[in-house]
């Protein structure tokens, strides 16, 4: 059964239940099944249930190949406490199901859950906290070594920017713009910027712009080591120093151990859980609660085709976060991507892979919904399972943002000049991005601009000149035969080819014919 792709939006954890639900209704066999010895029509066993859902997500494209078997009991759990299916005799409401041969039916009763209705965030907005004593001042770049083409764009910038400067300075006062006016720049560019590239009409019910703290990306953005990791001035929001020593000593096995402590077999496992239960104890997710609708819909994005507008999503999603929780995050993904492509790691569990038992560890401390909700972990584990092979680039400080903000802010002090007395409102700029289409739009672009560039070699193979007519009938029969399809559009008939060399030269016959010599016998 092919699957829907559920568009980005708000409550898409919803829709993706109810999607999943209908699927799973409509698509289980059912048979008749013995059990003690009675027989039971229209029914399914645990284990085919499992065995058909696990499936189906796994080809899903809002789902991907890593869930687990052991994810899709859970969910089947949900499923039963939710009354989507029911046990033989009717029973349901609670998560009693295991992967075996008990008899589970579908209710009478549709399994479609209502989307509800909520005002604009209102609970979310409530808890963020209003302006800090002390304000992030303009963001200078990072303190990380920038790439050479960045080092270039920004001098370049620079030199303009200074001799505009230098020509106005005698005639133009400058009117000063307030650390309001700069946070509010950063909190519209960001909001323009996400907008966009998630392609929704609005963002009112997946992110309000109350959330967006210019204090926090600000900080993000220009307080980071030599390999990008946020710099917390408190130290009391840092991750303790045991755990940090654990994290290194497992994300760079066995080179980091310190062969003065004592080892012993099963050590790395114990290490291993104590960082686990480090995260796992958190009072709330790493991506926080109130971003949960805005990372859900990210989700739509994790495609192979748009893998690099994910990216730059992410991004700049993570630079919304607290720095505490950015900065544990990104020590967190760092951590795990090094374990999973560590062949020197041993076996952290008996039973499941080590690239497994990352996501499936720490997938609920990184995203989860205040309110339960009963695809958590299975959207937690896309999402991390991505996460983690890209962190690299994710948690790269996107300069782009820096250079858009700062450029308005030159915008608006020329404006201030231009039109003196008046008061100028922060209009901001209009960015295009590509827009997003369908992975079958995607392939049949494709192929119809590959044709198109081969249609055109053969234009010019037709209209060369400088080739000799043995030289232009070799290639065409190489084209011909390497591309028949191209060639009979371009010539359907005998006669079309022929006129391309209806001009081709004769060749004349001598002027004067020379009779060949008759030789005769010397015999008589």
């Not at 589970?104 to 009763?109: A, D, G, I, K, L």
């Not at 937690?380 to 308005?408: E, G, K, N």
């Not at 290639?475 to 060399?501: D, G, M, V």
Request: proline share 6%; glycine share 2%.
């Amino acid at each position: 059964m092919e699957s829907r792709l559920v568009t980005a939006g708000p409550y898409r954890a919803t829709k993706l239940w109810n999607e999943v639900t209908k699927y799973f209704r409509a698509g289980m066999p059912l048979r008749k099944h013995r059990q003690r010895f009675r027989k039971y029509g229209n029914c399914f066993s645990a284990v085919e249930a499992v065995d058909w859902l696990h499936e189906l997500l796994r080809n899903n494209r809002n789902f991907g190949p890593e869930v687990t078997r052991q994810q899709t009991v859970q969910l089947l759990r949900k499923f039963l406490k939710n009354h989507v299916i029911e046990d033989i005799k009717g029973r349901w409401g609670s998560e009693n199901l295991d992967d075996n041969n008990n008899l589970f039916r579908f209710p009478s009763t549709s399994p479609v859950k209502t989307l509800p209705r909520r005002s604009l965030l209102k609970e979310n907005t409530e808890n963020i906290p209003k302006e800090e004593e002390s304000l992030f001042k303009l963001p200078h770049f990072s303190r990380r070594t920038p790439k050479k083409h960045e080092l270039d764009t920004l001098e370049n910038i620079k030199n303009t920017k200074s001799e505009i400067m230098e020509e106005d300075k005698e005639n133009l006062h400058w009117k000063k713009i307030s650390q309001e006016d700069i946070e509010e720049i950063w909190r519209n560019i960001i909001l323009i910027h996400l907008q966009t590239i998630l392609g929704l009409p609005s963002l009112e019910e997946v992110l309000h712009s109350a959330q967006v703290i210019p204090q926090y990306v600000m900080y993000n953005m220009t307080n980071t080591s030599k390999h990008g990791v946020v710099v917390l001035q408190n130290k009391s929001e840092d991750l303790p120093h045991w755990v940090l020593s654990a994290m290194k000593c497992l994300a760079y096995w066995p080179r980091s151990n310190d062969m003065s402590q004592p080892t012993y077999v099963g050590f790395e496992r114990d290490v291993f859980r104590t960082v686990a239960d480090y995260f796992l104890n958190l009072p709330e997710p790493l991506l926080t609660f109130e971003y949960y609708e805005l990372f859900v819909n990210i989700l739509d994005l994790l495609r192979p085709h748009l893998e690099r507008v994910a990216i730059e999503a992410l991004q700049i999603c993570c630079l919304l976060l607290p720095p505490p929780n950015r900065r544990k995050l990104q020590l967190l993904m760092r951590m795990i991507s090094r374990i999973s492509q560590n062949v020197d790691m041993p076996r952290l569990h008996d039973a499941v892979g080590t690239r497994s038992l990352m996501i499936q560890t720490f997938s609920r401390c990184v995203l989860c919904c205040a309110e339960e909700v009963d695809l958590d972990e299975l959207l937690a584990t896309r999402l991390v399972s991505f996460l983690m092979d890209h962190q690299q680039d994710i948690f790269q400080v996107p300069t782009y943002l820096q250079i858009a903000v700062q450029d308005h802010i030159e915008s608006l002090k020329t404006a201030q000049f231009q039109y003196p007395g008046e008061e100028i409102s922060a209009i901001l700029p209009t960015y295009s991005y590509c827009k997003q289409i369908t992975p079958q739009e995607f392939d049949e672009q494709k192929v119809s601009t590959s044709q198109a560039a081969v249609a055109e070699l053969l234009e010019n193979i037709i209209r060369d000149k400088t080739l000799s007519l043995k030289d232009k009938k070799k290639k065409l029969k190489r084209f011909q035969k390497e591309y028949p399809l191209i060639y009979q559009n371009r010539f359907p008939t005998t006669e079309s080819e022929a006129i391309l060399f209806e001009n081709k030269p004769t060749i004349k016959q001598p002027m004067l014919s020379l009779k060949k010599p008759k030789f005769r016998s010397l015999r008589y």
